[in-house]
Structure formats: C-alpha cells, structure tokens
C-alpha cells in the first residue's frame, strides 16, 4: 500500500495537465475567440493571452509545490524529511508570495485598465457606419440611420471601418455578441448602449446572443458579412431601390409576435421607433467629451 | 373548482417524468406515514426532532436536507447535460429546459450550499468555542425552518403550478408579468425571500454566538481558523442579504400589484435589478466559499499534525477579502455600459481579491511543509481542493480583466469558471467538513474504502466535466442554450462533459451508498478524537451529549485540545463527581415549526394570488411571534444526577 502513494500523486498531476492541455492545444478554426477578425477583437485577445500565460505560471506553480509537499512530507515510516510541528510563521516567505501576487496583478491591471479606456470610443475614421440594433423576442432588427435601410436576423457592414453598433432592446434583455469581430455588450429596453466593432477583412461572422432571454432564445443568432466598402455602397442603393420598406404595422408584428423570422431586407423603417439618447459614447466622442461640450455650450 | 385545478396543475406540469416523480414522492411519503405510524415514532419524531432546539439536531437536519437538495439539484444538472449531450437533441421539451436550469442554479445555491454551510455551522461551532449551545437557539431552530419552508415552497412549484424559468439571477424584464405568465417566478420569489429571513437571521445568531459564548481564555486571535471564516461569514450574510429582500420585494410588487420598479413601460429600470441583486450576489460568493476556507484550516492542520501556517496572514486575508467583496458586484456585468471608469475600478477591486486569496493557498501548503501529511477521506477533499480552486481562481483573474470579459461574459468559459470555484472551492470544503466531522456528529466513521470511491469518481468526474467547458468558452458557446447545430465544433466538448457529470453523480450515489453502509457497519468513534485533532470538539465523546461540555474548557492556546494533550492536561476536561453543578439548557419548542407551517401557508397563498389564504399565514405568523415573547418558561435545568450518570456511562468522571 505505501509505497504506491507517491505514484498515485504523480498520476493526479499528470491528469490535470491533460485537462489544460485539452484547452491550449485546442487552436482549430472553432475556437473562434483564438481567431480574431478585426481590431477589437485582437485588442481582447492580447489580454486574454496576457492574463492567461500569468495565471499559467501562477497554476503551475501551486501545483509543483503542492505535488513536493505530497511527495516529501507524506506521513509514512522512515520518512526522512524534517518534522517542526510548531513552524508556523516564515516572515520572508510570506512577503515573497504578497509581492509576487501583488505583482502579478499590477503587471494585468495596467493593460486592462489602458484597453478600458482604448476600446471606449470610436477611433478617428473618415466614415464610420452607424448601425441601430434592437433586439425582439426572437429575433434581430437592424437599422442604418445614415442609409435609411433595415435587416431583420443579418447584417451587412464595410469591412476595414468601424461600425458603430448601437443597441436596445423591445424586449428581455439580450447581449449582441459577435466572437471573432470583438466582446459582447447588452441589449436593455429603454436604454442605447454604444458598441464599436471592426472587420478587417470580408468574410462572414456567425454572432449570437449571450443572455437568456426567453423560450427561444435559442434563435438568437444572426450573420454579420462584411464586405468592401464599394460592394457595401451598391448593395444598400440596390436595397434602396428594390425592396420593400417596414412599415410601422410590419414593425408592430415583429415585436408582438415572439418568434424567430427568416432574414429579411427593407428599403425604410419607421424613424420613430429607436429611442434617442445613447448612454455611454456617440460618433461625437465619449460621454465626457460631450459632457464637456454640454457644459462649455451652455449659455452663462 | 375547475378553475382551481387549472391554475395548480396546468399543462405544463404535466409532462410524463414529472408525473412519475410525483407518483414517486407520494409513495415515498405514505411510506414514511406508515413506518412512523407502525413503529410508533411520530411523539419521538415530534419531541426529539420538529421542536428541538438543541445545535447538533439542528444542524444534523440543515445536513439531511442538503444532501437530499444535492441529490435534486444534481438530477436537474444531468438533465441538463443529457439535452446537451448531442446536437439538436430534444429529449427534454423546449420550456422544460429553460425551467431545470433556474431551478438547478437557485437549489444548489439557496436550498443546497447554503443549508450545509449551516450544518457545519451548527455542527462545529459551538464546541470549537466551548459552548454549550448558540447564542439564541430558539431562533436558531426558527432559521432551519425558514428554509425548510423556503425549499418545501420551491421544490412544490415543479409538481403543483409550474417552475420558474428565467434563470437563478432572474433579471427583469423577463421576469415580468407580460414576458412570464403564470406562477413560477411568483415560487422563486417567495422561496428565496422566506428562506432569506432564516439566513439572516443565522447569521445574526452565530455573529453573537462566536463574538459572547466562546470559553474563557480564548481570545480572537485564539479562535480556530473555521470560527474566524464563519464570524465573518456571518457578518458577510447580515450586509449582503438585504439588497436580496429589497430586489425580490420590488420584482414582487411589480408581478402582484402592479407596480413598474423593473419593467420595460413607465419608466421601470430594468438595471437596478441587476445591481441590486450583484449587490448581494458577489458577497454571497464569499459566503459560500469563506466557510470552506475555515474547514480546509482545520483538516489540513490536523492531518499534517501541525500549527497552522500564517494564522495572522490568514486573518487578515479573510477580513481583507470581506471588506473587498463588497467594492466588486459590477463585474458581473461590465457589458452593461457601465462607462470605462467604472469598469476599470471593479476590474481591478476584483483582480485584487486574488492577492488574499492567493496568501491563503501558499499558507495552506506550507501548513502541510515540515509536516506529516496523512489521507483520510477529509484531507483528500482538501488535497483536491488546492489544484482545482487554482485553476478556478485564475480563470477569475482572466474575467476580471474588463476587456478580457467582454468576449468570455456569459460563455461556457464563465460557466465553467464559476463551477470550478464553487464545486472546487465550496462543495470540496464542505465534503471535507462533512467527512471530518462526521464521526463528532454520529458516533462512527464514514467508510474510508468507499469514501475513496466517492472522491475519486467525483474529483475525475469534475475534471472531465468543466475542463472542456473552457473549450467551448473559446469555441463561442454561449450559457443556458436550449440545443445547438453541428459544425460549430462544440459537439464532443459537449458529449465528454455529460460523461463527466454522469460519472460524479455515480460518485454521489456511492456516497449515499456509504452513508448507509456506515450506519451500520462503520468505524465507531469511542475515543472522541478520531483524528488526533487539534481544537475542542475533539475533547468531546462522539456524539456529545445534550449539554456538550460538562465542565466549561479554559483555553490558553490556539490549538486548545492539542496542547492539552501534550502537557497531560487532558484529565482538565472532565468532571468531579462532587461538583457537578446543574446546567442550564434551552428548552425545546414548537413556535419554530409552527413558524414554518404559517410562512408555507403564507408563501403558498402569495404565489396563487389567492389573497385570504395569505391573509390567514401572515396571521399566523404574527400570532406565533407574539405568543413566543409570553413564552417565559424557554429554560429547563439538566439535574446533576443525569450529569453524573452520563458522564459516567462515558468514562469522564474524576473520582
């Protein structure tokens, strides 16, 4: 019985590292988040690494020590290594693992904190496309105020610009999540929340929704397909010329019907139907840059 | 009368596995029925049970409860695995779905982890501190039956009205009237707010409890490690639950009486709810795992045979955490918009968190340095504990840094993190805790053999279960997805987690096995120190009597039991015949159990709307609060010559 015990620890660790290793050898085209598309989405990705190879070392390290604990103090007859039943206390061991950690966060805080800030507004482009997004039960109604056009469970943007998603919602609450162009943010009634993301390259971009929101929540999906911007321009005049627009009574049926609907293209949409202030940035900068202009406009 | 039946059997509770339940669940009880009646054992079942007030009976039943909620919770989680074990899979109907992932989350935190949190509470802490009971053990017995009533209300809503199904957060708009017909979410409500009530209310019993009752001599910075993480628990419960109550309270007013605080017309703020509710939820985190960190202090420095390590660094790790637990809630959901500078602050308040934490993992394996580390059962789970909360911890980091969680928030990389920390940190301590003091509570050991079983089936199981889900984090695999389509490359991850969780509930069912094995068969514990322990409770005979101590301990050390041992001071502990005084011992009584069948009517008439049921519970709880302060006669006096003639049948008198 004894002598097998130290084999049985080597196994436990040997057994942990295959799980991990599962999740970092895993680099096929399916692990979407590890592909970035576009900017943000690489931004974020940087500091999942960052994090990750820091918390990697931070593992590995507890479980080398606990695994020398194991193999080394094991109460068994004959067992060499000291025994000191009253050790309690080792000043400088116990500052070295404060600073350490201490470290460790500072070194992930900075980047966090930068990329915060960074990712929380537009960056300077010549035409940044505005797209209003709203979610219904079950399905996603897209609007393009500058274009006067609207999708319905697909949406088409430029690539190598960034769009200006702005949500809300007509319903629960959803998240507007895209993986491989960029992270998540939610869709809430009553509420428009700025969400800026960028395809560098055309391609086609499954998105989903990440908040449950109802029976068929399932049917939160959609399909970004980022196109050139010439390409872009000729399908939405050709949108504008030949379908039909959304009529406030097509609108209706949309939110009142809690069903998923197949994607669907119109030439208008109601203009009264997205609230109008947005909570958090705009194309006009961020909210403290409006604040200021607010407040710098304001007759004495 | 139709009409009646309609709302409390709709169709929906009508599937076919749920009327083989109920046919299962009323057999069962008529069983129960007749074994009390035919062994006369309801007055035993009355005196000795339902109106006790006595700490151990008490938490011995917060313990059978939990294990019974595991047992549910966990039938929920390996339905929802086997719905996800394949692409468009379709064994369980679509609303079905929706409703066995709300009722697996809020079980498992509310009616599971919670209550077994307590019955370590009850089951340790008083004689870790040398006392003869808690502070208010009336309200202590009031709180077991809170959440009795609590968990009875929630587990009837899936037999008699239907299941809430908008997950265990349940954030509005979805959970209001026009997006969620029908009186699930009502259950929910009024479950977790009675059950509420009673974890308050403990945690102002065992606040006062540790701080007043403890032995002479034992100061605070003597207190075992288990008594520091519950006194602050208990402090943690009293500040986090309200913001729960205002929260439930308001999405309740907006469903029964039609006011807006949350709903998406006449200005309601749907975010508040959210914010309210993380305003409890994250402290509640530490609530869960707080406890556990206690447990592992204790086993892993009674089965090194050494002092803990950094026990000042620990305590202040602990306060630290407390304190910090509080500054952290909005990174639930930094893709609410919260604006950069809030997210930043709470990205790093939480990645700061992991420093105390971080402290506490080293001191627990330098505990072990310079030791001799024996594996029972109990040291195994907190083995286990060290490499899997790790990796739990350190994914926590990774969501804490803001931008990071942008991409993972709600994706099978949050599931799987925060699985990894509350199975890994909160279900290991406990089973640690359970398998330790086991033999303290009943009299005998677990089995060890089949204990090995069970940890290593449920330790393998867990592994296999979670590390995949990381996979599908990556993979874009979003949380509470009813069914999913090939070719998206989440199919095996999917199919090797359901695997996994098979095989720990195969862990469970040998655990169950061993419990009643061990009745029978197991170890008995003669000496009341099985473990060669450390602190108090191993002074006692296993199971201690009614009055625990005979003779008050005075404390001079941390680890109280074990220096007495090593001075042959053990003899202190024990009575002389001639001075056996009589002791003064809370008497049972009914108020509490009473107390729990008028919030059930309470709670029941609230759900269904049926206003003058409601009526008639509140009355009832009125009248039985106003009864218990004329109830002068709540102490009884233990005579010295039971005393001497149970310490005698126990070998512990002097002279």
């Not at chain 1, 911007?229 to 000729?234: A, I, Y």
């Not at chain 1, 119109?266 to 006009?284: A, E, R």
């Not at chain 2, 952290?328 to 990645?351: D, K, R």
């Not at chain 2, 934490?357 to 594996?375: A, D, P, Q, S």
């Amino acid at each position: 019985m004894t002598p097998k015990r130290p084999k049985r620890a080597y196994r436990y660790i040997l057994f942990m590292s295959l799980g991990i290793g599962l999740l970092v050898t895993g680099c096929g085209q399916q692990y979407v988040l590890l592909h970035p598309a576009g900017p943000v989405a690489h931004s974020e990705l940087g500091l999942i690494y960052l994090s990750g190879a820091l918390m990697l070392f931070i593992i590995l390290l507890v479980w080398v020590l606990l695994a020398i604990v194991l193999v080394r103090f094991r109460d068994k007859p004959g067992n060499k290594a000291p025994y000191r039943p009253l050790w309690e206390h080792n000043r400088k061991l116990e500052l070295f693992w404060l600073g350490l950690s201490l470290a460790i966060v500072i070194v992930i805080s900075i980047p966090t904190v930068q990329k915060t800030y960074a990712l929380d507004k537009l960056p300077p482009a010549k035409d940044p496309v505005v797209i209003d997004v709203t979610a219904i039960q079950y399905k996603w109604l897209f609007e393009y105020p500058q274009q006067h056009i609207a999708t319905v469970n697909y949406v088409n943007i430029p690539s190598g610009v960034p769009v200006l998603f702005e949500l809300t919602a007509e319903a629960p609450m959803n998240t507007f999540w895209v993986p491989r162009l960029g992270g998540m943010e939610y869709t809430m009634p009553g509420e428009v929340l700025p969400l800026w993301l960028e395809a560098s390259k055309s391609g086609l971009y499954p998105g989903r929704s990440g908040q449950f929101s109802g029976r068929g929540f399932v049917h939160m999906t959609f399909n970004v397909r980022a196109v050139p911007m010439n390409q872009f321009r000729n399908w939405v005049t050709r949108v504008q010329k030949q379908n039909h627009p959304l009529t406030l009574s097509d609108y209706n049926r949309l939110v009142d019907r809690h069903i998923w609907v197949s994607p669907a293209t119109y030439s208008s949409y109601p203009i009264s139907t997205f609230p109008k202030t947005t909570h958090g940035f705009t194309l006009h900068g961020n909210m403290y840059t409006q604040m200021k202009n607010m407040f710098m406009n304001m007759p004495s | 009368m139709s009409n009646i039946l309609a709302r409390l059997f709709p169709p929906k509770t009508r599937r076919p596995d749920e009327v083989v339940i109920e046919i299962g669940i009323i057999l069962t009880m008529v069983f129960l029925v007749y074994i009390l009646t035919s062994k006369k054992k309801w007055g035993w079942l009355w005196r000795e049970w339902l109106t006790s007030v006595d700490h151990k009976r008490i938490g011995i039943m917060y313990l059978i409860s939990a294990i019974l909620m595991l047992f549910r919770g966990g039938v929920d989680a390996l339905m929802i695995r086997s719905q996800l074990m394949v692409p468009n899979n379709h064994v369980l109907p679509v609303g079905q779905y929706d409703e066995l992932f709300t009722t697996h989350g809020t079980i498992m935190i509310f009616f599971m982890a919670m209550p077994l949190i307590f019955a370590m509470f009850n089951l340790a802490i008083p004689f870790m501190i040398g006392s003869r009971d808690v502070a208010f053990p009336r309200l202590n017995a009031m709180s077991f039956w809170l959440f009795a009533c609590g968990a009875a209300l929630f587990n009837m809503s899936f037999l008699v009205g239907g299941s809430p199904n908008a997950g265990w957060t349940s954030y509005p708009p979805l959970t209001e009237l026009a997006f969620n017909p029908g009186v699930g979410q009502n259950y929910y409500l009024l479950a977790i707010q009675i059950a509420g009530i009673g974890s308050i209310a403990t945690g102002v019993n065992f606040l006062i409890t540790i701080l007043k009752m403890r032995a002479p001599g034992m100061t605070l910075m003597r207190m075992p490690m288990f008594v520091w993480t519950s006194l602050v628990t208990s402090a943690l419960i009293l500040f986090a639950f309200p913001p729960l109550t205002v929260a439930l309270a308001m999405t309740m007013l907006d469903r029964l009486f039609g006011s807006n605080f949350f709903t998406i017309t006449h200005g309601g703020m749907p975010m508040m709810y959210v914010n309210l509710f993380w305003l409890f939820g994250h402290p509640e985190v530490y609530i869960l795992v707080l406890p556990s960190f206690g447990i592992f202090s204790e086993v892993v420095a009674t089965f090194s045979r050494k002092r803990l390590f950094g026990y000042t660094a620990m305590v202040w790790s602990v306060l630290t955490i407390t304190f910090l637990s509080y500054g952290t809630w909005v990174h639930h959901f930094f893709t609410m918009g919260a604006g950069p500078g809030v997210n930043a602050f709470f990205g790093v308040s939480t990645m700061l968190i992991a420093i105390p934490t971080g402290i506490k993992i080293f001191n627990w394996i330098f505990t072990m340095w310079y030791g001799r580390v024996r594996t029972p059962v109990a040291m195994l789970w907190a083995l286990a504990f060290i490499p899997t909360f790790v990796v739990g911890g350190a994914t926590g980091v990774m969501l804490g840094a803001v931008v990071g969680d942008y991409q993972f928030h709600n994706s099978y990389f949050l599931i799987a993190h925060f699985h990894n920390v509350l199975i890994g940190g909160t279900v290991f301590g406990l089973l640690a805790g359970v398998y330790y003091w086991w033999p303290k509570t009943f009299g005998y050991k677990l089995d060890e053999h089949q204990g090995r079983w069970f940890f290593w089936l449920f330790f393998i199981g867990f592994w296999i279960t979670f590390m995949p889900q990381y996979a599908l984090g990556f993979m874009g695999m979003t949380r509470r997805l009813y069914t999913y389509p090939p070719g998206l490359g989440w199919s095996i991850p999917n199919l090797i987690s359901t695997l996994g969780a098979f095989t720990m509930g195969a862990g469970f069912l040998v655990f169950v096995y061993s419990i009643r094995y061990s009745y029978k068969h197991g170890e008995r514990d003669l000496s009341g120190d099985p473990w060669d322990g450390r602190t108090l409770e191993w002074s006692l005979p296993s199971p201690p009597p009614a009055y625990n101590f005979a003779r008050i301990p005075v404390v001079s050390d941390r680890d109280a039991w074990w220096e007495m041992k090593q001075q042959n001071q053990t003899h202190v502990i024990r009575v002389n015949a001639q001075d056996v005084q009589p002791i003064e011992m809370p008497k049972s009584s009914s108020i509490p159990f009473l107390m729990f069948v008028a919030f059930f009517v309470f709670g029941f008439g609230m759900v269904f709307e049926w206003w003058w049921i409601a009526v008639l519970g509140g009355l009832g709880v009125v009248a039985l609060l106003i009864a218990g302060t004329f109830d002068y006669e709540d102490h009884e006096e233990i005579h010295p010559e039971t005393i001497r003639r149970i310490e005698g049948s126990l070998g512990r008198l002097q002279g």
